[in-house]
């Protein structure tokens, strides 16, 4: 074959060099590796900004910004996976403050929250850092909500919503200002208060994927599928969760528009009302859908019997015993089997023709038999595609050679 070439390498990259951070705490600088990427940890090993080193240096937007005096660290990634060793470097020492995170500890969907999200939470506390020992004001909406918040000795200082007043929908900025120098402040960071929940959802579709009866489903249908797929529509960005009756089984999300969900585990045997609800990402949930009923059926149907062998070729015709001899090379069978299912016959264990279960009941003509001798055995396949185990053997032997002259 044509030749391909690699190169080994297992030399991990220098460690970043020159590392400087911003007075605003928002850009950290210096030189690595060319090509290598540069990624910039806080005190608690969080990943707050990433960059490609290009011609030797690299320029890296970190956030939240980093204007206390905590240590941070810097490590530059080659091309093949090695990392470099650790460089340290700590905030700029500014004092200015920084809002690290809007906290979210209402509803669903809960977490810290970055500048430009949304949320449900009317009431969202803060947390941050600025210089150690300090106090710092809270600015809702450029309003001040809260004086002289402490700042502990390692810069750090948090504030939860204590007023009963909430906010309404919409967008809303937060701020924070050192108490004593109101020259010292934050950025201005965002969030969108969402309480309006997503429109009703639907179940746009649920295939069965089980042979024989494979296909799309109509609510009500019986089928053999125990892990039928459901799939629909939707905004992206929510999360579908899917219920069998009041139980949840998953949860997928709408990427695209579309969501799809095959359920884990099978679905038991009889009837299920399968719903969805939509959540959206402040962790609002819509009300349920209209139900889509599944009635799953796996059980096989009774094997079905043969009751009786018909000669109606002269000389002698009637009923065949079982194990019986006949000049007929198309004799007739009945049976009985589970109403609606269909029987198939076979002839030696080969498959002859199939009939229908009408009342009860079932007959069939057989194509022409080669003389000698045949077991003949049915089995029922219902609607779902459930086989029932054979019949027991209807055996004859198809004489049509004339007896030697006496």
């Known amino acids: 074959s044509a030749s391909i070439s690699l190169n080994v390498d297992l030399t991990k990259p220098a460690a970043p060099e020159e590392v400087t951070i911003s007075a605003d705490g928002a850009t950290v600088s210096g030189t690595a590796e060319t090509g290598s990427t540069?990624?910039?940890?806080?005190?608690?090993?969080?990943?707050?900004?990433?960059?490609?080193?290009?011609?030797?240096?690299?320029?890296?937007?970190v956030t939240p910004a980093q204007t206390g005096l905590n240590t941070l660290t810097a490590t530059a990634e080659d091309a093949a996976g090695n990392n470099s060793d650790p460089t340290d470097f700590t905030g700029s020492g500014t004092g200015?403050?920084?809002?690290?995170?809007?906290?979210?500890?209402?509803?669903?969907?809960?977490?810290?929250?970055?500048?430009?999200?949304?949320?449900?939470?009317?009431?969202?506390?803060?947390?941050?850092?600025?210089?150690?020992?300090?106090?710092?004001?809270?600015?809702?909406?450029?309003?001040?909500?809260?004086s002289n918040v402490q700042v502990d000795e390692n810069g750090n200082w948090s504030w939860?919503?204590?007023?009963?007043?909430?906010?309404?929908?919409?967008?809303?900025?937060?701020?924070?200002?050192?108490s004593a120098d109101g020259s010292k402040t934050s950025a201005v960071v965002n969030i969108t208060v969402d309480l309006t929940p997503p429109t009703q959802p639907a179940i746009g579709s649920v295939t069965?994927?089980?042979?024989?009866?494979?296909?799309?489903?109509?609510?009500?249908?019986?089928?053999?599928?125990?892990?039928?797929?459901?799939?629909?529509?939707?905004?992206?960005?929510?999360?579908?969760?899917?219920?069998?009756?009041?139980?949840?089984?998953?949860?997928?999300?709408?990427?695209?528009?579309?969501?799809?969900?095959?359920?884990?585990?099978?679905l038991g045997e009889g009837s299920h009302d399968l719903t969805i609800t939509a959540t959206d990402a402040a962790g609002n949930t819509s009300v349920a859908s209209d139900p889509f009923v599944v009635v799953v059926d796996t059980t096989p149907p009774v094997a079905p019997t043969i009751a009786s062998a018909t000669d109606d070729s002269e000389?002698?015709?009637?009923?065949?015993?079982?194990?019986?001899?006949?000049?007929?090379?198309?004799?007739?069978?009945?049976?009985?089997?589970?109403?609606?299912?269909?029987?198939t016959v076979y002839d030696n264990g080969v498959k002859i023709g199939t009939a229908q279960v009408v009342n009860g009941s079932w007959s069939f003509t057989a194509p022409t038999l080669a003389t000698g001798s045949h077991a003949i055995t049915v089995t029922a396949t219902d609607a779902m595609g459930n086989v029932s185990a054979p019949s027991a053997a209807y055996t004859l032997n198809v004489d049509t050679t004339a007896p030697r002259v006496p």
Not at 216 to 241: A, M, V
């Open 208 to 266: 069965d994927d089980v042979a024989p009866g494979a296909g799309t489903l109509t609510s009500g249908q019986t089928t053999n599928d125990t892990r039928p797929t459901l799939s629909g529509s939707g905004t992206n960005g929510e999360t579908i969760t899917i219920y069998d009756g009041d139980t949840p089984i998953g949860q997928v999300q709408v990427v695209n528009g579309a969501w799809s969900f095959t359920p884990p585990t099978a």
């Open 315 to 343: 000389p002698q015709t009637g009923v065949i015993g079982n194990g019986g001899s006949t000049n007929d090379t198309t004799p007739d069978f009945s049976g009985s089997g589970e109403e609606g299912s269909t029987i």
């Open 38 to 61: 540069v990624t910039i940890r806080d005190t608690d090993g969080n990943i707050i900004g990433t960059g490609v080193a290009t011609d030797g240096t690299f320029q890296i937007q």
């Open 96 to 146: 200015l403050p920084v809002i690290s995170a809007i906290v979210d500890d209402t509803g669903s969907v809960q977490g810290d929250l970055k500048s430009g999200q949304t949320t449900d939470d009317t009431q969202p506390g803060l947390h941050g850092f600025s210089t150690p020992n300090s106090t710092v004001d809270i600015l809702v909406d450029g309003v001040i909500v809260a």
């Open 160 to 178: 939860d919503w204590t007023s009963t007043d909430a906010l309404d929908e919409g967008q809303h900025t937060f701020q924070v200002v050192d």
